[in-house]
């Protein structure tokens, strides 16, 4: 690479919470800068969380906790082009990216959902990937079945 890596930005924690990581879920959500308007949305649907939820003992951003962790994938399909021919390639993946893929995942099919309001869509999505249900969860399953599939190529690991 021709220039030094970028600096990792420090995010500050949010204000309800005091928590780094519902602010980097909150600059996901967001739309055309409306960071305000994120934020009542997560608020709104950890409200709706703490209403909807059987398990008395867990607080509303404990589920949301164990919901992303439920949609986090430990292994990804990588392409890699071989003497003319692509194999998808089984490879692990770090940290930090987990996270931010369960995060993406978990925004997008709360978007294909169709409760009338986001903060409802985002609930019901958070309920359903605590009980390992959900669209969000069906995908994290999805990729670990293409990466066991295609356990055979990943001597090619690069």
């Known amino acids: 690479m021709r220039k030094r890596a970028a600096k990792k930005r420090v995010l500050l924690p949010d204000p ?3 928590d780094q990581l519902v602010t980097r879920f909150v600059n996901n959500l ?14 709104d649907a950890l409200d709706i969380v703490e209403q909807k939820k059987q398990d008395e003992e867990k607080t509303s951003l404990e589920i949301w ?3 992303l962790s439920n949609v986090m994938p430990q292994v ?3 392409s890699r082009r071989v003497g003319g021919a692509t194999f998808q ?11 931010s893929i369960a995060i993406k995942w978990l925004i997008q099919f709360s978007r294909k959902r169709n409760e009338k309001s986001m903060a409802q869509r985002l609930a019901a999505e958070v309920l359903a990937a605590a009980k390992e ?3 969000a969860v069906k995908k ?14 990943s001597h090619l690991r690069f």
């Open 140 to 153: 994290r399953v999805d990729v670990h079945k293409m990466a066991d599939a295609n356990k055979a190529f």
């Open 16 to 18: 309800k919470f005091n």
């Open 89 to 99: 390639i089984p490879s692990q993946i770090r940290p930090d990216r987990k996270v």
């Open 65 to 67: 906790k164990d919901a």
């Open 133 to 135: 249900e959900g669209a």
């Open 76 to 78: 990804e399909v990588r």
């Open 30 to 43: 967001m739309w055309d800068g409306k960071k305000s308007v994120a934020f009542k949305v997560f608020y």
